[in-house]
Nanobody, 124 residues
Framework: QVQLIESGGGLVQAGGSLRLSCAAS????????MGWFRQAPGKEREFAAA????????YYADSVKGRFTISRVNAKNTVYLQMNSLKPEDTAVYYC?????????????????WGQGTPVTVSS
């Protein structure tokens, strides 16, 4: 069993930056693909970014490409999402998730473990 705890969310002005962290406990995630998803108020959850087990493969939603960077430090059992040039449309609850396998994926149905989420609000 893996527990995922997100942190780093908050209120930021448009154009600002935040770094989200996802700390895992219970077992190592060093062999797991990891992803970040988000859900805006009144909308369905959507994919934001994903990283495979060793950081060699990264995937981004078109809406965040060039602004967000996903990374991981397996020695710390932690995954990060650096968010720059934030826009009001980035406002959402951000969730971290872990795949049982090595690969990264945009498909939320493949993720087995999910965190509780951390809210991000971008003011205009």
């Amino acid at each position: 069993q893996v527990q995922l705890i997100e942190s780093g969310g908050g209120l930021v002005q448009a154009g600002g930056s935040l770094r989200l962290s996802c700390a895992a406990s219970g077992r190592t995630i060093s062999s797991s693909g990891m992803g970040w998803f988000r859900q805006a108020p009144g909308k369905e959850r959507e994919f934001a970014a994903a990283i495979n087990w060793n950081g060699g493969h990264l995937y981004y939603a078109d809406s965040v490409k060039g602004r967000f960077t996903i990374s991981r430090v397996n020695a710390k059992n932690t995954v990060y999402l650096q968010m720059n040039s934030l826009k009001p449309e980035d406002t959402a609850v951000y969730y971290c998730a872990a795949v049982r396998g090595f690969s990264a994926t945009k498909d939320a149905d493949v993720y087995e473990y999910w965190g509780q989420g951390t809210p991000v609000t971008v003011s205009s």
